[in-house]
């Protein structure tokens, strides 16, 4: 079984610019979740995704948005990027039901300039 | 308050021995779940253990046991006859469910772990 995958995995972008960050799950997982981890703040969650509604939310701002699709990928945007962006963004994926394990993919490595 | 905090920001332990990673939390919520990740140099968060806040038994897997004491707020992971390769940033984490925004996950701040052969 093939695991979470995230693309891309490394992305430079300037301040003021947007990035959309994508991640598959595992094969019938339908919660997908993100975080950013950043060696100040460590890991932070940022929102779930279950069966393409928003099933939860960090204490971000809005300008980190996401969604998901019916096949359960999920898509993270940040619009009006900052210096304080450039973090590991983690995405993992879980079946949703009772222990909700979660399975992380590799990461997207964001710097921002 | 944190959530979840791991008091120990580096460890060190022989190749073989056994080590004890320590973390407690805090929750008002009856219904929780507690979960151990390994993240070496690579970056990707391995999945460990995990244990339900009503689960009786201690959960193990293979080198892998959480040592869950409810009453302490305690969930501390031990690993068994340490390998090279068990090397890494150890997470504790939990999920509580909160009533008007579901699951919520909170992360320590890791103990970076080194294995001495």
């Known amino acids: 079984k093939a695991g979470v995958t995230q693309t891309p995995r490394y992305l430079i972008k300037t301040r003021g610019q947007q990035v959309t960050l994508s991640c598959s799950p595992i094969s019938g997982h339908r919660s997908v979740s993100w975080y950013q981890q950043t060696p100040g703040q460590g890991l932070q969650f940022l929102f779930e995704y279950f069966s393409e509604t928003q099933r939860n939310k960090g204490n971000f701002p809005g300008r980190f948005s996401g969604r998901q699709f019916s096949n359960s990928r999920s898509e993270m945007n940040v619009s009006t990027l900052e210096l304080g962006d450039s973090a590991l963004y983690l995405c993992?994926?879980?079946?949703?039901?009772?222990?909700?394990?979660?399975?992380f993919g590799p990461g997207t490595r964001l710097t921002v300039t | 308050a944190q959530k979840i905090t791991q008091t120990q920001p580096g460890m060190f332990v022989q190749e073989k021995e056994a080590v004890t990673l320590d973390c407690t939390y805090d929750t008002s919520d009856p219904s929780y779940g507690l979960f151990w990740y390994k993240q070496p140099s690579s970056g990707e968060m391995i999945f460990l253990i995990y244990q339900g806040s009503y689960d009786q038994q201690n959960a193990t897997e293979g080198r892998y046991s959480l040592n869950f004491q409810k009453a302490r707020k305690s969930a501390n992971l031990v690993i068994s006859a340490s390998q090279l390769g068990d090397s890494a940033m150890y997470f504790c984490?939990?999920?509580?469910?909160?009533?008007?925004?579901?699951?919520?996950?909170?992360f320590g701040t890791g103990t970076s772990l080194t294995v001495i052969p």
């Open positions: 993992a994926s879980s079946s949703g039901q009772t222990s909700y394990e979660q399975y």
């Open positions: 984490a939990m999920r509580e469910v909160q009533r008007n925004t579901g699951n919520q996950f909170y």
